[in-house]
């Protein structure tokens, strides 16, 4: 006689992680799955031992996708040259939660709205803030036209998490896909021994930021799409 599954694998949703209480008694089985609506992480059990259950992060999910933003949040208009100035509109890994083995995919889409004519712009991908966080990659200058894009594609892998500034290190294989003047064009960057900033102590938002060549109230890029899921290396929930 075939042995059927009397207590199916469950998957739970709320506002909280799981604890050591969340066990076989509340027919969780190991490999159930429970996500923190509220944090966007995704737990996996490991052990459902009565009272003593584990639960390992499985991931960290940051997703936003909207086919056009209007927030002044994800738009960039008539901005001063010489710096580069980022979308609000950020993600926030925390603080002192990178470990070693983690991988951080993201993906990115700005849209060049309005340009004068004269003016180009580059566009850059920062772990952390514009001030004090990591430069990844970015375009150099573009003569971006009105309707033309940039996407940042590909994942930052931790090495080590920074206990200071350029004490840590990562890998970086992003893929930077580009039209230009109506002309698409594609280009990796690939980086080891990358140098981290001070992970442990700064929150390290997934920025995107812009830089124009020169200022006018012609000018405006907005951010339609960022993506960011963290691939956890594995840490246990008691």
Known sequence: MADYRTSPVKRNSTTTNPSAIDDISSQYEVGSVWTNT????TFKCVDNTLTAAVWELDSDKFAEKQAVYAAA???ITDTAAGAFQAFANAKVIPIGTLEAGDK????????MVARNAADSHDVALYLGDVATGTLIVQTGDLALDPADYVIFDGEIRIDSPSAGPGAGSCEVDILCKK?????QTESRFVESD???HDT????SDL???????AQSVDNQIDQRVLEVEIDRAGVTVL
Do not use: C, E, N, R
């Open 207 to 213: 920025t995107i930021a812009v830089d124009p060549d």
């Open 73 to 75: 949040d994800d738009q």
């Open 194 to 196: 990358f140098a981290l």
């Open 179 to 183: 039209m230009v003047g109506g002309i």
């Open 104 to 111: 951080i995919k993201v993906y990115h889409k700005s849209l």
């Open 38 to 41: 509220a944090t966007g992480q």
């Open 200 to 203: 442990d102590a700064i929150a």
